[in-house]
């Protein structure tokens, strides 16, 4: 059981989708469209996101809520928007079995509705195996190989979170960049993730 309050959880995707934000600034990019699922935690990290996006870099965001049924409707609005970049950060409270059935529904759909842009991944899906789920669709497979994919993860004992590429299909990571975080953020994904407290000398 995580060693965090749900308080702790809604303020560490506080400051881990600040610093998702600044990353995708940092991409050059000025349109980003951030997806996730709607319930409370998804719907923290996203809006932390994309504060952080429009603060540093003055674009243009847009927040789209899927859930089980409208993943061909965001698709197509996905298509719309134009994005450069879109963010599918899936994770949150919701069952993750639930959540990974989704999150390959939505790029299976994304593929056949050809939404152009690159592709960011939220840790917890891409480790809970959805990337890897996805994949097994060939018109997916083709789709994430036409663009760039990447995926941020957290290196827990050095107090980093890591931008990677992620190579198509075989899901090898190429860390691009990284980004170190504050003691408490540090402290709070080691509480809420590995289950343990971190003395720091």
């Known amino acids: 059981m995580p060693l965090t309050t749900f308080e702790e959880e809604i303020y560490l995707r506080t400051l881990t989708g600040r610093l998702v934000g600044k990353a995708i600034a940092d991409l050059g990019v000025n349109k980003l469209a951030v997806v996730a699922q709607k319930n409370i935690i998804c719907t923290a990290i996203a809006t932390a996101t994309e504060a952080t996006f429009l603060t540093l870099n003055g674009g243009v965001t847009y927040h789209f809520l899927v859930e089980k049924g409208n993943e061909e409707k965001i698709a197509e609005r996905l298509k719309e928007f134009g994005a450069q970049v879109v963010l599918l950060q899936f994770g949150g409270e919701t069952p993750i079995e639930e959540t990974k059935k989704i999150f390959v529904n939505l790029l299976k759909a994304m593929a056949k509705a ?3 842009g690159d592709i960011v991944v939220h840790v917890r899906i891409f480790a809970a195996g959805g990337l890897k789920e996805a994949l097994k669709s ?23 979170v890591y931008v990677n590429k992620v190579e198509i299909p075989s899901l090898s990571l190429k860390k691009l960049t990284e980004y170190q975080v504050t003691l408490e953020h540090a402290d ?14």
């Open 188 to 201: 709070l994904l080691n509480r809420s993730l590995k289950d343990r407290k971190v003395t720091f000398a």
């Open 138 to 160: 060939k018109a997916v497979e083709k789709y994430l190989g036409e663009r760039n994919v990447y995926v941020y993860t957290v290196g827990f004992d050095e107090g980093k």
């Open 114 to 116: 050809g939404v152009g």
